[in-house]
């Protein structure tokens, strides 16, 4: 069965901490694993799309990473307003283009 | 870049009342779109893929009679919530797929703001 895991569930950072967000996947064939940052009652922002494994990009603070099996979001010098949930979804091979989500990981930068 | 438009961002209603959410792309011609709910604290799931002019597909589990979906036109596509109840109270989000104004493609999906629905 296809899954897609992150880790950790929360992450509380001091302001200039620097750390990395994991994002664990198994499934049957990867087309594109994708990062999203979401706001609270809001809709996913788009981030980053990685295709294949040592595919690496950035963007300001954020870079992430993909391997065979998983990705890494690094946030370098984090600030408070990079606090949100960050979500990876994988989209499978024959599968009409749907994602699917891993469960988030809550980022809290404080001050 | 592509722009999902989604309305309306927050509705109560009463149980046993229908809802209609409404998803509209603004700059580009959506012939998918996937409609997503969120509980609090928990990830996407998807409910259901839409297609232009044909029925939509529902994943396991979500019942078609109760979340009917309508993508009656390439900019625009729906969710109806029949019968609503309190167990239906929840964030939908609906979602295109990538596209690109120059090459077809982008490198995500595009999501629309999200529906907060509250069932009373």
């Known amino acids: 069965e296809d899954q897609v895991t992150q880790s950790p569930e929360a992450l509380r950072l001091q302001e200039g901490e620097s750390s990395s967000l994991n994002c664990s996947y198994t499934?049957?064939?990867?087309?594109?694993l994708f990062w999203y940052r979401q706001d609270p009652g809001k809709g996913p922002e788009f981030l980053f799309t990685?295709?294949?494994a040592g595919e690496e990009k950035e963007k300001e603070r954020l870079k992430a990473t993909l391997t065979k099996k998983e990705s890494f979001l690094h946030i370098t010098a984090p600030k408070p307003e990079d606090s949100a949930t960050y979500l990876c979804?994988?989209?499978?091979?024959?599968?009409?283009?749907?994602?699917?989500f891993g469960q988030g990981t809550e980022l809290s930068v404080k001050p | 870049g592509a722009v999902v438009s989604q309305h309306p961002s927050r509705v109560i209603c009463k149980s046993g009342t229908s809802v209609k959410i409404e998803c509209r792309s603004l700059?580009?011609?959506?012939?998918?779109m996937f409609w997503y709910r969120q509980f609090p604290k928990q990830s996407l799931m998807l409910m259901a893929t839409?297609?232009?002019?044909?029925?939509?597909?529902?994943e396991q589990g979500v019942e078609k009679d109760k979340f009917l979906i309508n993508h009656a036109s390439l900019t625009l596509s729906t969710l109806t919530v029949t019968s609503a109840h309190p167990e239906d109270s929840s964030f939908y989000i609906c979602?295109?797929?990538?596209?690109?104004?120059?090459?077809?493609?982008?490198?995500?999906?595009?999501f629309g703001s999200g529906t907060r629905l509250t069932v009373v």
């Open positions: 979602s295109a797929p990538p596209w690109n104004l120059r090459t077809g493609t982008t490198g995500g999906y595009t």
């Open positions: 499934v049957s064939g990867l087309r594109g």
């Open positions: 990685l295709y294949s």
């Open positions: 979804a994988v989209q499978v091979r024959n599968q009409g283009g749907k994602l699917i």
């Open positions: 700059d580009f011609q959506a012939t998918t």
């Open positions: 839409s297609n232009e002019g044909s029925k939509a597909t529902y």
